[in-house]
T-cell receptor, first 111, second 114 residues
């Protein structure tokens, strides 16, 4: 079993839709949870960061962590064509120097 | 700040050739990383460094070598290139222990080995 599982998509939605992106994980020691956004032919950039459980909201983006289910989600409200990118979840535990990435979900938002 | 810079942007190598991928950061970050990204496979850690003079293996280190003589630079060396090393390579840096601090990525180097 992989440490982090992520549905690769692709996911294609109309502009204005609500998008839900998800990752599951197996390592109960993970405490730091991140979502990175990667535009085509660019390096990833940090979009959302959550420590431990709970929700975090930033504009149209909401990150949720459910540690009891080992499940994290990223919600995008009122999606825009500019949101078209690959979204990578990433997580880490306190006693490591490494991030574990999901395989990424490719999202396309069409006008 | 330029952030994390990588050179070259593209490179085609013949099987058996060697090359060095350059990575420089100007943010005075202690931690630096090399990843490779294959289609549909996410980011795999090759090597990382927690400070000048200290390096350690990641998930897929075979066929690669690194050095960290300064805080700013973290070159990745490919010896005896093989087709399996065809990939996009990303360098990243963070201020301190990853997870607690954001990783900043470079623009990547696209390498083809034929």
């Amino acid at each position: 079993q992989k440490e982090v599982e992520q549905d690769p998509g692709p996911l294609s939605v109309p502009e204005g839709a609500i998008v839900s992106l998800n990752c599951t994980y197996s390592n109960s020691a993970f405490q730091y949870f991140m979502w990175y956004r990667q535009y085509s032919r660019k390096g990833p950039e940090l979009l959302m960061y959550t420590y431990s459980s709970g929700n975090k909201e930033d504009g149209r983006f909401t990150a949720q962590v459910d540690k009891s289910s080992k499940y994290i989600s990223l919600f995008i409200r009122d999606s825009q064509p500019s949101d078209s990118a690959t979204y990578l979840c990433a997580m880490s535990s306190y006693n490591t120097d490494k991030l574990i990435f999901g395989t990424g979900t490719r999202l396309q938002v069409f006008p | 700040n330029a952030g994390v810079t990588q050179t070259p942007k593209f490179r085609i190598l013949k099987i058996g050739q060697s090359m060095t991928l350059q990575c420089t950061q100007d943010m005075n970050h202690n931690y630096m990383y090399w990843y490779r990204q294959d289609p549909g496979m996410g980011l795999k850690l090759i090597y990382y460094s927690v400070g000048a003079g200290i390096t350690d293996k990641g998930e897929v280190p075979n066929g690669y070598n690194v050095s960290r003589s300064t805080t700013e630079d973290f070159p990745l060396r490919l010896e005896l290139a093989a087709p399996s090393q065809t990939s996009v390579y990303f360098c990243a840096s963070s201020y301190s222990k990853t997870g607690a601090y954001e990783q900043y990525f470079g623009p990547g180097t696209r390498l083809t080995v034929t």
